[in-house]
């Protein structure tokens, strides 16, 4: 069965580490016939929630007018979702941050998702796998609270130049994840 897969990127680096393993595991995803869609986050204006809990009251998911509400309808269309991001201080980045905690305003109005499972794409400049655990922590409680299914996390240590995935296993294991998902 086909899956519609939401892949939110995190990265201001375009052609980056992140889009190359956000791309990698595009190609495997739609080589086993999942339809994919990419949403950066890094280059819209989504700003913080500031928990007014009038979601979805004035015609839009949020009713902060930003990037988020363009966000909304593909998330309602997703199966699945894919966070592809660096971490910044041990976590997301800013503006991918504030996408996650907008999806706040389907819980208040009480309008579920229908994703059912999440994986994470990350990647940093550290080279202790270790330094990840703010992150990972993070998207385990997510899809915790979320009954998402974890079908896969993936981080690749290490990556400070444009081109350094090329250097690692990391785009060969993004793709095999894609080919995974049933």
Known sequence: MSKN???LTGSPRKGG???KLAEAFIAGAQQVGHTTVTYTTANKNIKGCIDCQTCFKKGTA???PDDFNE???LLEQADMIVFATPMYWFSFPATLKAAIDKCY???IAERPLKIKECALLVSGGVQDETMFEGIIKSYKLIAQFQNWKNIGTIIVTGLHDKEDVLKTEGLQRAEALGKSIL
């Open 71 to 73: 966000l909304a309808p």
């Open 5 to 7: 897969i939401l892949i």
């Open 62 to 64: 949020c009713s902060i």
């Open 17 to 19: 580490n992140t889009d």
């Open 105 to 107: 305003s389907y819980l």
